[in-house]
């Protein structure tokens, strides 16, 4: 009997060549969608209809699920089915008509300036960890960029005589300028700590844990938890917080959209306009508290 769900993993990743955690969301929906349908006494995924798809999400909907979560579960949903019929499973795609549920989107969270200089002085240069920590901190305060792309940044990314990084996503890269303080920050992590740190001669990983290899993404979420406590910030502070920051506080400081779309690698515009309705928001928040008529 053909193993539909490994079959599905290795087209995902040998044909499609989604990132590993694409590749992770695309599974655990459709392990949940499995666990699903056989406590509802279905087991064959071939037979799966769309009114049973409908109540799933209908389902999901029910026991609180954020219209976010169900979004990214039918189009997982939808990519699996997509997939069987491509590679001839089945003749009629019983998820191709179904609807995605309408997210609303809110606006995101952010650090005000003072929490983020609060943030951003926790690291303390007296040792590899504070520096390393100082640098990867300020860097991603400084471009705004993913998580991903910021453990996935080599050493011939940084360019700081001019002061830039190139930042690669797949076939794409875009070119974001640094601050003084991020460029200082990271010439003393490359010249005095970074040389300690390396496992092998030939790492050419930008950031490295204290083992000497590539960070990964768990431990750099480690290393935000671990300063946020420090500072006594009571949000939740996120690397994505941080990018929803970076790109707010330059709008408010004249930067236009098209700049901050091209910064943080939007490729619509409608992703980065979000930002707009944050400071807005903040426009109103002021009027309604200054104006002594509101």
């Not at 940084?158 to 303080?181: A, F, Q, T, W």
Request: aromatic share 8%; glycine share 4%.
């Amino acid at each position: 009997m053909t193993d539909y769900m490994q079959a599905y993993r290795t087209y995902l990743t040998d044909e499609r060549h989604v990132s590993a955690n694409t590749l992770s969301s695309y599974l655990r929906d459709m392990n949940q969608f499995r666990s699903w349908l056989a406590e509802n006494e279905t087991v064959d995924l071939r037979k799966v209809k769309k009114t049973v798809i409908t109540q799933y999400l209908q389902y999901m909907e029910s026991i609180g699920k954020s219209p976010a979560t169900i979004t990214r579960s039918t189009a997982s949903i939808k990519s699996f089915y997509q997939f069987m019929m491509s590679a001839g499973y089945m003749k009629v795609n019983p998820a191709k008509a179904v609807a995605a549920v309408k997210v609303e989107r809110k606006c995101p969270e952010i650090l005000t300036n003072r929490e983020v200089e609060l943030f951003l002085e926790q690291p303390k240069c007296v040792d590899e960890k504070g520096y390393r920590d100082h640098a990867m901190l300020e860097l991603l305060y400084a471009t705004g960029i993913r998580v991903s792309e910021l453990i996935g940044l080599n050493i011939d990314d940084i360019n700081l005589s001019i002061g830039i990084i190139h930042c690669r996503k797949k076939d794409k890269e875009r070119v974001i300028p640094l601050y003084h303080g991020a460029v200082k920050a990271l010439q003393d992590y490359i010249r005095d700590i970074r040389p300690r740190l390396i496992a092998d001669p030939d790492e050419q990983a930008l950031f490295v844990n204290m083992n000497g290899e590539r960070m990964s993404r768990q431990g750099f979420w480690k290393i935000i938890k671990y300063y946020q406590e420090k500072a006594e910030i009571d949000k939740d502070i996120t690397p994505h917080m941080l990018r929803h920051s970076f790109a707010v506080h330059l709008l408010e400081n004249g930067a236009d959209l098209r700049s901050i779309q091209e910064m943080l690698g939007h490729a619509d515009i409608s992703s980065t306009q979000i930002y707009a309705q944050v400071v807005n928001k903040e426009l109103r928040d002021v009027y309604q508290k200054a104006h002594p008529r509101a």
